[in-house]
């Protein structure tokens, strides 16, 4: 609350204003957070205003991107439709900002899932010695099936919806953090301390979920970031194949898949979803490396 102090001349002061900033202390620490991980920041800030864009798509000014009006289709970008309208008079505005939806929310199911049970697969196969050969020959032969086309006939086996494209990206990408999770539990398990704890007698869920797990978090994490973009960019590449999304769900796979066939008279329609796409995997590529950086003492920067 403002207050109003008299001077010793008997003139009015001005009144005290509301801090609205942080303290000074905590201005100076997140200018050096900044300092420190500029890619954290720089990543962190864009990925917040897709997120953002997201949450709050119908305030922003949209109209339903599934409304139809073929007698104002393929308009050019104007005051009245900002990214245009596409071949069914759809506004492509709305769409492109209903369909950050569909892409957040693969990349962030996508990267959970895929990590879970990345994790308990490659926990088990690098710590239990016995079940290591059977998991990495089942692991070896997922991987030598390139992930789209492996997405690719899981699709075409179910029903399209965006649970389908959730499970066939995340079985494609599981093979790998299970890779990388069993190569860092096979250097740990030689560690003294778990070495220590099997002959003290310890039991091994205890070991892994004292001793293992929270050492295997950190490439995890910097590991789900790449996912959670790799997943955007398979879910934009089934749904412009057909093999994605359904039709009637805007999301940018559809946007571009349906404006390609325009292109050279109408690009806008590919354009606008392409921009947001690439700005959206480049902020989760930039808050990847910057954890990364964060997360692995070899490459912290020392201030």
Known sequence: MSTTTLTPDGLT????LADILPPRKARGKIMMFIYRYPTIAAGGAMLSIILAIAIFAPLLWTVDPTALAPAKRTRFPSEQYWFGTDMLGRDVYSRVLYGARISLIVG???ATLASVLGMLV???SGFIRWLDAIIMRVIDGMMSIPGILLAI???ALTRASVQTVVIAITVAEVPRVSRLVRGVVLSLREQPYVEAAI??????PKIIFKHILPNTMAPIIVQATFICASAMLTEATLSFIGAGTPPTIPSWGNIMAEGRALWQVKPYIVFFPAIFLSVTVLAVNL???GLRDALDPRLAKKV
């Open 13 to 16: 002061a001005a009144p005290d």
């Open 108 to 110: 962030f199911s996508v």
């Open 153 to 155: 006939a899981l699709m």
């Open 287 to 289: 808050l990847g490396d």
């Open 199 to 204: 002959a003290s007698g310890t039991r091994v």
């Open 122 to 124: 490659g926990v088990c």
